[in-house]
């Protein structure tokens, strides 16, 4: 299975935006659907976005849809997610994820086979 690390957490303001990455070291993520997901402190562990392989389609939550953007750049193998206008309800660690179903990208995290350690995004009012 590809090992996947993200990067880009960290603590902002209410209103900002933050750009998330995604890779895989020595690996493309050639094939794979890339999705993220989020875990809030005592909650479920939620799905945020998705992108297809090589990158047509996508999917977002419906927390973010409208104020985020998943991108794959398949030259440099990264996947990274815009998220902006960022409230306190946006603070979780986010995790990349990798999926072997590409048509349509999944958005159920069984369905994900391959996942990071997570980044934090922690969002003050």
């Known amino acids: 299975q590809v090992q996947l690390a993200e990067s880009g957490g960290g603590l902002v303001q209410t209103g900002d935006s933050l750009t998330l990455s995604c890779t895989a070291p020595?690996?493309?993520?050639?094939?794979?659907?890339v999705g993220w997901f989020r875990q809030a402190l005592g909650k479920e562990r939620e799905f945020v976005a998705t992108?297809?392989?090589?990158?047509?389609?996508?999917k977002y939550g419906n927390s973010v849809k409208g104020r985020s953007t998943i991108r794959r750049d398949n030259i440099k193998h990264i996947i990274s997610l815009q998220l902006n206008s960022l409230t306190p309800q946006d603070t979780a660690i986010y995790y990349c994820?990798?999926?072997?179903?590409?048509?349509?990208?999944?958005?159920?995290?069984?369905?994900?086979?391959?996942w990071g350690q997570g980044t934090q995004v922690t969002v003050s009012s």
């Open positions: 020595g690996d493309t993520l050639e094939y794979y659907s």
């Open positions: 994820a990798g999926s072997r179903l590409t048509s349509p990208p999944p958005v159920q995290a069984v369905d994900y086979i391959s």
């Open positions: 992108i297809s392989w090589p990158g047509t389609r996508t």
